[in-house]
C-alpha cells in the first residue's frame, strides 16, 4: 500500500513539474516582445518608411514643450517626406510677425542615409522647402524611441522627443 501512495505521488509530482516547465516567465514574455519590437524597427528603418510622432520639443534656449495635445509628426519614405511639427524658438528671417505656421513642409529628399550603431539608428535627410532649406537628423533607438532635430537656415535648431510608428495605410476611395 505504501508503494502505491509513493509511486502515484511521484507520478503527480512529476506531471504538476511539466505543467509548470512549459510556462514562460514575464521575464521571457517581455524579452519576446523587445525582441518583436526591435524586428518591427529594424524592418520600418530598412524599408525608409515610418512616421515620428512628438512627445516633446526643446527648442534651442528655451523650456521644453510637452506636445501631447498637439497634431505633429514626419512621415519619412523613400521619394518623399512630410512634416507637421510645430516650432518654438527664433526665426532669423523671411517669417513675417504671426505668420510663422512651423515646420510645414513636404518635399522629396535631397539626401537620405541610414547608418546603423551599436546603440541606434541614425537617419540623416536633406529637404528643401519653399523658403527654406530642412535638415533632419533623426536617432532612433532598436525599441523604436527616437530624438529629432531639424536645423534651418532662417530659423534656430530644434529637437524633439518621441517615437517611430509604421506608416498608417489609408483605405482606397471606391
Do not use: C, H, W
Request: avoid cysteine.
Amino acid at each position: 500500500m505504501k508503494a502505491k501512495i509513493s509511486v502515484l505521488a511521484i507520478v503527480l509530482t512529476l506531471i504538476i513539474s511539466t505543467g509548470f516547465a512549459q510556462e514562460k516567465s514575464k521575464k521571457e514574455i517581455k524579452e519576446e516582445k523587445k525582441i518583436e519590437k526591435q524586428k518591427q524597427v529594424e524592418n520600418m528603418i530598412n524599408s525608409k518608411s515610418f512616421d515620428f510622432t512628438g512627445r516633446t520639443a526643446m527648442p534651442t534656449g528655451y523650456k521644453s514643450v510637452n506636445l501631447s495635445s498637439t497634431t505633429n509628426y514626419v512621415k519619412f519614405q523613400p521619394d518623399l517626406i512630410d512634416s507637421y511639427m510645430p516650432f518654438y524658438g527664433r526665426a532669423f528671417s523671411g517669417i513675417g510677425y504671426g505668420g510663422d505656421e512651423g515646420l510645414k513642409f513636404t518635399g522629396k529628399p535631397d539626401e537620405f542615409i541610414i547608418t546603423k550603431g551599436k546603440k541606434n539608428y541614425q537617419v540623416n535627410a536633406t529637404v528643401k522647402g519653399e523658403k527654406d532649406t530642412f535638415k533632419l537628423s533623426l536617432s532612433v533607438g532598436f525599441e523604436g524611441s527616437a530624438s529629432l532635430t531639424i536645423t534651418s537656415n532662417n530659423r534656430s535648431a530644434i529637437s524633439y522627443s518621441g517615437e517611430i510608428n509604421a506608416p498608417e495605410i489609408k483605405p482606397e476611395k471606391k
